[in-house]
């Protein structure tokens, strides 16, 4: 998982790498236009805001009300907490989404970006686009494209692209992050809650279905 982490720090730039290729190659985003990262309050939005606010984007995340502070900190825009507010009834025509949720999210997420906007998502699954952008054999094509091709569907209808993600390593963008890292002093949130090897299981439940405040440690 993406946030659970171990004190190796591993997942951070795996973090950083997502947004990084996310917001440069899969969404293409350029100053002026506006990105809204539903879930943003997590690990992947502490690294996805700073690099979003270097293009020159405007940045709106959702989240739960606990995060709006920190959230508001690293140069969001505007914070929308879940728990009282829709952002389906109070934001829209937005250039691009990072979803960060899941198919749940889909309609939702699409009923906010203008017509030739494009929807990125972390979790939803890879569609035909990702099985061709990546090279694929037919074999996988066909099966990519038929487990997205009710996403792709209701992407069309409204005019908007869907992508899937998923990070490869690369060292040139390592080097880029650590500069946007270093220059906006980027600190990744820490959970206090210290997990131990033997209750590793807790550690994952926590991550799935606790509300962490950051990373999720767990000490050898």
């Known amino acids: 998982p993406a946030n659970l982490d171990f004190k190796t720090g591993a997942a951070a730039p795996l973090t950083g790498l997502t947004a990084y290729q996310g917001l440069f190659e899969e969404l293409e985003a350029k100053t002026g236009e506006t990105v809204f990262i539903t879930g943003g309050s997590g690990s992947f939005g502490q690294l996805a805001i700073p ?3 270097s293009i020159g984007l405007t940045v709106i995340v959702s989240g739960n009300s606990a995060a709006r502070d920190r959230t508001l900190k690293l140069g969001a ?33 699409l009923s906010v970006i203008k017509p030739g906007g494009r929807l990125l998502s972390l979790r939803t699954g890879p569609n035909k686009r990702f099985a061709v952008d990546h090279n694929f054999g037919f074999a996988k094509k066909q099966l990519f494209s038929l487990a997205g091709s009710k996403f792709d569907r209701k992407a069309e209808k409204k005019n908007v692209q869907y992508r899937f993600i998923f990070v490869r390593s690369d060292g040139l963008q ?12 980027i600190v990744p ?8 090897i033997d209750n590793i299981n807790d550690a994952l439940d926590f991550v799935f279905n606790g509300r962490p405040q950051g990373k999720v440690l767990i000490s050898f």
């Open 51 to 53: 690099i979003a606010k």
């Open 77 to 109: 825009d505007q914070y929308i907490s879940f728990e009282t507010q829709n952002y389906w009834e109070l934001i829209n025509d937005v250039d691009y989404v990072i979803d960060t949720l899941g198919p749940d999210e889909f309609d939702r997420e």
């Open 174 to 185: 390592l080097d880029e992050l650590s500069k946007i890292i270093e220059k906006n002093n």
């Open 189 to 196: 949130a820490v959970d206090p809650t210290v997990f131990h």
